[in-house]
C-alpha cells in the first residue's frame, strides 16, 4: 500500500516562505517515479503546482509559481520537497503531493494514481 504523507503547512504572512515535504512509502524504487505538487482552493478546482521526474531531467512549474517555488526530491529519504518563497494570499490553498506510475514527466491530475492526504497552506496577514 503506498502511502503519502505531507507536512509543513500552516499559517505564513504574505511574502513568507515555507517548506512542504511529502514522505512516500510502500512504492519500490521511489526514485523511479515522478512526484507532483497540486494544489485547491476553496471553491477551485485542483491545479497543477510542480513535477519533478525520477532523475531530476526535467522539472515543471505552473505559470502562477515560477521564480517562488523549488520542487526537489531526496530519493534517499523517499521524500520530495516544494520550497514556497515569496507567498501571495492567492497561494492558499491545501496542498497534495502525488506520485505518478512512470518515471516520465507528468502535469496532469489524471498521471498520478498516489495522492497524499494534504496540507493546508494559508497566506494571510
Known amino acids: 500500500q503506498v502511502q503519502l504523507v505531507e507536512s509543513g503547512g500552516g499559517l505564513v504572512q504574505p511574502g513568507g516562505s515555507l517548506r512542504l515535504s511529502c514522505a512516500a512509502s510502500?512504492?519500490?524504487?521511489?526514485?523511479?517515479?515522478?512526484m507532483g505538487w497540486f494544489r485547491q482552493a476553496p471553491g477551485k478546482e485542483r491545479e497543477f503546482v510542480a513535477a519533478?521526474?525520477?532523475?531530476?531531467?526535467?522539472?515543471d512549474y505552473a505559470d502562477a509559481v515560477k521564480g517562488r517555488f523549488t520542487i526537489s526530491r531526496d530519493n534517499n529519504k523517499n521524500t520530495v520537497y516544494l520550497q514556497m518563497n515569496n507567498l501571495k494570499p492567492e497561494d492558499t490553498a491545501v496542498y497534495y503531493c502525488?506520485?505518478?506510475?512512470?518515471?516520465?514527466?507528468?502535469?496532469?491530475?489524471?498521471?498520478?494514481?498516489?495522492w497524499g492526504q494534504g496540507t493546508q497552506v494559508t497566506v494571510s496577514s
Open positions: 502525488a506520485s505518478a506510475p512512470r518515471g516520465a514527466r507528468a502535469t496532469v491530475g489524471n498521471e498520478y494514481d498516489y
Open positions: 510502500g512504492r519500490r524504487a521511489f526514485g523511479s517515479f515522478a
Open positions: 519533478i521526474t525520477w532523475g531530476w531531467g526535467n522539472i
